[in-house]
């Protein structure tokens, strides 16, 4: 690898929290809010490992919430690269839920993040293209352009919105 290639496992982020009375909503499960500042955080980092430069997150894709994470257990946030354009990169946020009293682990939640890298005059700059060497990492990154394209087309139309959105005129 060179200055223009890095893996995936470059940029891998893991980190472990406990679930505590706080980060929890009226069910004693983790607050939604919470859990995407938490991947928001960790996809950030996973970003400025692989461009080395100023980055911002351009768009959250989906959190994809698939089991509850209870009080008192611990949730673990793993990322990484998985695809890049010419600026943007596509990180990718799996969390998985740990009972502590019983070890039981689970898949609570899926997100893929976009990011830009910024040079220090805030324009963008380009990014090292992106190796996968896991089973995980080459499925990740087969169908990256595919969401790419996706978001490309969610973002025009989020745009296009907006436009109606903007009339000037009051709401209420």
């Known amino acids: ?9 470059a940029s891998k982020v893991i980190k472990t929290s406990r679930v505590l009375p706080p980060d929890t909503n009226n069910h004693g499960t ?3 809010g919470k859990l995407m500042s938490m991947i928001d955080d960790v996809a950030s980092i ?4 692989h461009a080395r430069t100023d980055i911002v997150t351009a768009s959250m894709d989906s959190v994809d919430f698939l089991t509850p994470i209870q ?13 890049v354009g010419t600026s943007s990169m596509e990180v990718f946020v799996k969390i998985i ?5 019983t070890g039981e682990r689970k898949l609570a939640a899926t997100s893929f993040l976009t990011f830009v890298a910024l040079s220090q005059d805030g324009k963008p700059v380009t990014v090292p293209k992106v190796i996968p060497h896991t089973q995980e ?8 352009a595919e969401r790419a394209k996706a978001r490309k087309k969610r973002r025009e139309n989020s745009k296009q919105l907006a436009k109606k959105l903007d009339t000037g005129m009051p709401w209420g």
């Open 46 to 49: 996973s970003a400025s490992r």
């Open 71 to 83: 009080k008192d257990d611990s949730v673990c946030l793993e990322s990484f690269v998985t695809w």
């Open 30 to 32: 983790l607050f939604g």
């Open 97 to 101: 839920s740990e009972n502590l009293k």
């Open 137 to 144: 990492e080459i499925m990740l990154h087969e169908s990256g």
């Open 1 to 9: 690898m060179d200055e223009h290639t890095k893996s995936c496992s």
